[in-house]
């Protein structure tokens, strides 16, 4: 195509042109880097069962634990779960367990719900002799000293009526979009 | 290395060697920039319990609303809430929330269920008070004007016995692949 | 700036100058290849219940037949659906849904029960019929051979006493940090 070509075959290119697609790589390179997600892990809390916002703080103090930007977005029943009278207060993670697999087992769980009746005294056995796990309020202190970001849902606020005094100390205050703003840019997204 | 060297040490590279790496370059960054996620959002709408059912609506118009490209896809109950003569239409929001929730709440919620029969009642005032909250049906119409694309789950279809006349208008038809296909090249995708 | 310009007015490069700038766009390249997500799904199977395990493994074995790498992180009840006294053994799909669905379909699905006292017995009629659906030991072999990583939750296990031998075959064993380690670098991940 080009009279001056190399012995390629290809077109012999000056330097001014190389600099030119140069340019226009460091242009695609930069606007890869600008889209990659960040190290960053957001959850929707919906459900207010015990159990659900157990493995929800599980998930979020690990995702801290290994350095990634964690946010918790609570809505619906999982926000109730932290209001500051909530019956979760007070307990220690297993009580809790014992309190959601009881009643909550057998209603939830009817397939395996025969399974769980031995469960519920092995745990029993097991809390009696281990004292060492994290309560819920422990992993939320965990979550909050290791920068984890809160965010109770304002629709489901507005809805449910709960006022600030209602809640525990710490949250902040955000709509679907803040939720999204964060997810978008996550590399793990869980709804729980 | 190389008997031609620049003060530096570095090889000196030829015009076409520099433009041969270049174009290797260029694959790469072509192979990155296909790679990429859609700004798209996927969701499996799994449950058919009209809170959930409001939670994906809430994100998929959300999403749609900041420019995401966003599918539903509807399986098992998820798909049932997207019946035509569902016990879901013709109430508003928050008729069909109380419905959720007492006797929802109590069954699903036994860990916390004590806060809820107190909401009951601030819901209820909240209804007559603010009408301005969309109904489900709204907010379905409004994903639709969004351009969120809704998928009926083959399988589920097939194994409820559930023929088109009994599904709302304008669901798409598909299986676990198109849920993948979408999935895959998404920013966030969430299991509802 | 530079006394030697281009009629362009850009600087007039060197080859050794442009070299420097291409090693460092080769870096930047590498690294944003380097945080690419692989091909992989990762799945939390939080939930014990029949419908949702099934679910999950529809998605686990759709992943792994569309070429993704798959981990699947059994927790809480969704480990206890792998045990090997389960319930769930030897019945297979469409009975294991009817179980799900009579006494489970009326306690977790309030809103939507009367649409399924119908559903019922259109599937029990499909059952009888339809004798070619794989059931969930047949997915969970397919799983397998598809090189599907099923990952036992310890804490889980500890919690609930559950021993190896309670366990069937073929599950790793690991923590949140294990399903970290997969999520974060997946292109879907899904809490069930």
């Known amino acids: 195509m080009s009279e001056s070509q190399t012995a390629t075959g290809r077109p012999k290119a000056s330097v001014e042109e190389i600099v030119e697609r140069f340019e226009k790589l460091e242009a695609r390179i930069a606007e890869l880097e600008e889209i990659q997600p960040d190290d960053r892990v957001s959850l929707v809390v919906f459900s207010g069962e015990l159990d659900k ?33 909530s019956k979760l207060a007070g307990k220690n993670l297993l009580e ?73 100390d710490g949250l902040e205050s955000g709509g679907v979009g803040s939720f999204l703003g964060d997810s978008l840019r996550s590399k793990t997204s869980l709804f729980i």
């Open 96 to 168: 809790k367990m014992m309190g959601v697999m009881s009643p909550a087992g057998t209603a939830q769980l009817p397939v395996s719900k025969m399974n769980y009746f031995g469960v519920g005294a092995k745990m029993l056995r097991k809390m009696m002799k281990d004292k060492n796990v994290a309560s819920l309020e422990e992993m939320m202190d965990l979550a909050r000293e290791l920068g984890v970001k809160m965010v109770a849902c304002e629709m489901s606020r507005d809805v449910m009526g709960i006022g600030d005094d209602e809640l525990i």
């Open 53 to 85: 916002v157990l493995a929800a703080f599980v998930i979020a103090t690990g995702a801290a634990a290994v350095g990634q930007e964690v946010s918790m977005f609570f809505t619906f029943w999982g926000l109730s779960a932290l209001k500051k009278d």
